[in-house]
């Protein structure tokens, strides 16, 4: 089964860095989303991107944050200059079909942790 | 705005026992109800879900019900195994458009035990 793949799993940084965080989402999806999930706490929303825009995005994904479409294949977020609140799982997601009932399909996740 | 409120965990069962997550929600409009699992070390992934009000979503053994009377979409099973430890998170997606975005609750730890 097509699967959403991130790299890397597990990501070291310095505060004040810049990281980029890469996802593969499945090849014929056309949605794709990041979500993040500090320690202990829920699961949220950062953004979604369609057609090689962002269609919407939280209160959380500020300027220091911005994601890209390469190459048609690769879905990225980079932030800018991490902060040690940045330090989460982020994952990648992606879907077929615009409608709520067409579900998510999830990466493994990145482990962020900034120093 | 829209909420998911799930128990708090861990559930720590032993193997065949019955299961319960309660999952309770807030939301302006008609949303699609969705339990989600994440096994260790790996992504989240749908279990099972139910997009309109007293449909039962299933799988695995899973089950929950839409209930708009009181809100919720409790998870249950039946008798639990050890490879069902995993987090259990309960999510709603509340528009029908374009990058339609899923909100989360906290997620619910179950360990089992044989």
């Known amino acids: 089964e097509p699967e959403v793949t991130q790299t890397p799993s597990h990501q070291v940084t310095q505060m004040g860095q810049e990281v980029i965080l890469r996802c593969v989402p499945i090849s014929n999806h056309l949605y794709f989303y990041w979500y993040r999930q500090i320690l202990g706490q829920k699961v949220e929303f950062l953004v979604s991107?369609?057609?090689?825009?962002?269609?919407?995005k939280s209160e959380i994904f500020d300027d220091q944050f911005s994601v890209e479409r390469p190459d048609g294949s690769n879905f990225t977020l980079k932030i800018r200059s991490t902060k040690l609140e940045d330090s989460a799982m982020y994952f990648c997601a992606s879907k077929w079909q615009a409608d709520n009932n067409s579900p998510l399909h999830f990466g493994n996740g990145t482990r962020l942790t900034v120093t | 705005g829209d909420s998911v409120t799930q128990m708090e965990g861990p559930v720590t069962l032993s193997e065949e026992a019955f299961l319960t997550i309660n999952c309770t929600y807030t939301?302006?409009?008609?949303?699609?109800l969705f339990w989600y699992v994440q096994y260790p070390g790996e992504g989240l992934q749908l279990l099972l879900k139910?997009?309109?009000?007293?449909d039962k979503g299933s799988n695995k053994g899973f089950e929950a019900t839409y209930r708009k009377e009181t809100t919720s979409f409790h998870l249950e099973k039946g008798s639990v195994q050890v490879s069902d430890s995993a987090v259990y998170f309960c999510a709603l997606s509340d528009r029908s458009q374009a990058g339609t975005a899923l909100i989360f609750g906290k997620g619910t730890t179950l360990s089992v035990s044989s």
């Open positions: 939301a302006t409009g008609y949303p699609s």
């Open positions: 991107f369609y057609n090689n825009e962002i269609s919407e």
């Open positions: 139910a997009t309109k009000a007293d």
